[in-house]
């Protein structure tokens, strides 16, 4: 890991911040920073958990919208929950549904889950609105 760090990989960076994190937190944050600089999309996601952890709203939603950006499946579905649930300024239902389709996309398992569950709700309202037309004929 010491030899990736001194080449500036980010990945590797991210890693060691991630292995200390157990046992020293500020430690763990100095590395995750450093990661981030160097473009690291997990270190964005795990630093904004981190910071949503510890009620830094705000700055914890502008590196999950980061990582979400750059197309992490965990950050995308991380950022629709924050939407959905209204904890962004600029909460809007459409964009929320389209991070979920992304992360879904990308095979995470937990947006391919919700996203299922919402096209059935989808399907069952346009059903019902069929039947509603029917009837008044």
Do not use: P
């Not at 991380?78 to 904890?87: H, I, S």
């Not at 069952?124 to 009837?135: A, P, Q, V």
């Amino acid at each position: 890991f010491l030899e990736s760090i001194e080449e500036k990989n980010g990945e590797a960076i991210y890693e060691y911040g991630k292995i200390l994190y157990k046992d020293d937190k500020d430690e763990a944050i100095k590395y995750l920073k450093m990661a981030i600089k160097h473009d690291c999309i997990k270190a964005m996601h795990k630093y904004g958990r981190i910071l949503f952890d510890d009620e830094l709203k705000e700055e914890s939603i502008e590196y999950i919208k980061k990582a979400a950006d750059k197309g992490n499946s965990k950050a995308l579905y991380l950022y629709y929950t924050l939407l959905e649930k209204g904890e962004v300024k600029h909460n809007d239902k459409n964009e929320a549904i389209k991070h979920l389709e992304k992360a879904a996309n990308k095979g995470y398992t937990k947006a391919i889950y919700e996203f299922v569950y919402k096209l059935s709700k989808i399907e069952e309202r346009i059903k019902k609105i069929i039947k509603i037309k029917e009837w008044q004929r």
